[in-house]
């Protein structure tokens, strides 16, 4: 606080804003803001969630120490997703489209000239279909395991 006092010259409305502890009515840890004091860097999930909490959420927080905001995806991208979690959706892509799409998300959108063929409807179903089925088949066999 002391150092929020000095650079915003005794602002009553920063100091409020920026403490650890919320002094209207009962007091409490404002957990946002001790993460953000304690924390190197603060992750944003996305170009847009880091920005808007740039300007919203910790916006006093951005302004004290610029940079400390940063966007950092997870790595997980959807067309790794599909072709990790779905191998055989991501085969059914490929065969379709070629494997163009495992690099560029945006080649995706030739499948919609696939959204009326019957055949493929009918065998994209029955993979999706199977991948659920074996996800509660796991689920059963674990959850008999735990038991």
Partial sequence: MDQV????????????????????GERYV???NLASVGSYAINGVAA??????KQTILKDFN???????????NGVTPRRWIALSNPCL??????KIGDGWLYNL?????????????????????IKHGIKQNLATHIHARDRHHR
């Fill in 5 to 24: 006092r000095v650079q915003y010259l005794n602002d009553p409305a920063k100091l409020a804003s920026l403490s650890l502890i919320d002094e209207a």
């Fill in 30 to 32: 404002r957990m946002a």
């Fill in 48 to 53: 847009l969630h880091s920005e808007l909490v």
């Fill in 63 to 73: 302004d004290l120490w610029p940079g400390k905001i940063r966007n950092v995806t």
């Fill in 90 to 95: 991501a085969a059914l892509y490929t065969e």
């Fill in 106 to 126: 945006d080649e995706l959108r030739q499948l919609e000239g696939y959204a009326e063929d019957p055949g493929f409807r009918q065998y994209w179903r029955q």
